[in-house]
């Protein structure tokens, strides 16, 4: 089992930024794949950006290119998730999600473990 527990949302102001952190416990992670998603109210999950755990590569959604950035922290067992010049269309609660698979996607369908999510709103 892997537990995923997100922290950093909060109230900012359209312009601003935000790091999201994603502790992550309970399992090895070397062949995994962490990734960002997101929910606003009345709209699907999207996904926003993954990354290998061992190797780093990264996948970005073309919504947030240049303005999000996903990092992981070997040591800390930590991935973050930089937001820059955020914007109210990225009002969401953002989720850490982990798939055992090491093969990018972007479904949530695909990914096997999730934390319980960390609001951001932006505010215009």
Not at 78 to 106: H, W
């Amino acid at each position: 089992q892997v537990q995923l527990v997100e922290s950093g949302g909060g109230l900012v102001q359209a312009g601003g930024s935000l790091r999201l952190s994603c502790a992550v416990s309970g399992r090895t992670l070397s062949s995994y794949v962490m990734g960002w998603f997101r929910q606003a109210p009345g709209k699907e999950r999207e996904f926003v950006a993954s990354i290998n755990w061992r190797s780093s590569n990264t996948r970005y959604a073309d919504s947030v290119k240049g303005r999000f950035t996903i990092s992981r922290d070997n040591a800390k067992n930590l991935v973050y998730l930089q937001i820059n010049s955020l914007k109210p269309e990225d009002t969401a609660v953002y989720y850490c999600a982990a798939r055992s698979f090491g093969i990018f996607t972007t479904t949530s369908t695909g990914y096997d473990y999730w934390g319980q999510g960390t609001q951001v709103t932006v505010s215009s």
